[in-house]
């Protein structure tokens, strides 16, 4: 079965970082544009960053901007969203997703999540 598997989620403390990783399992990234949403309880779901799959132009929240950084390694057919200077507000569980571009209002393709706990 195809499918998006992430992967590095943790608990961390105010100010550390994180590596979230993308791989696909029996289906190629290199196809797609590789997006990270998070969702928090009671709040909506939030598109956190994009990857466009050809010519590798990025996107970002404001609420990220300058903290995390999106990537993409075809080769390994995983992408990345390095997070650093993490706080509280980070805490949600993040999903990748994919489909034909970053200006898809709505991803075709998604992963189970992993939970990312920033500790004040």
């Known amino acids: 079965q195809a499918q998006l598997v992430e992967s590095g989620g943790g608990l961390v403390q105010t100010g550390g970082s994180l590596r979230l990783s993308c791989t696909g399992s029996r289906f190629d990234l290199s196809y797609y544009a590789i997006a990270w949403f998070r969702q928090a309880p009671g709040k909506e779901r939030e598109r956190v960053s994009c990857i466009n799959k050809r010519d590798g132009i990025t996107s970002y929240a404001d609420s990220v901007k300058g903290r995390f950084a999106i990537s993409r390694d075809n080769a390994k057919n995983t992408a990345y969203l390095q997070m650093d200077t993490l706080g509280p507000e980070d805490t949600a569980v993040y999903y990748c997703?994919?489909?034909?571009?970053?200006?898809?209002?709505?991803?075709?393709?998604w992963g189970q999540g992993t939970q990312v706990t920033v500790s004040s």
């Open positions: 997703a994919a489909d034909s571009s970053c200006q898809e209002d709505t991803f075709d393709y």
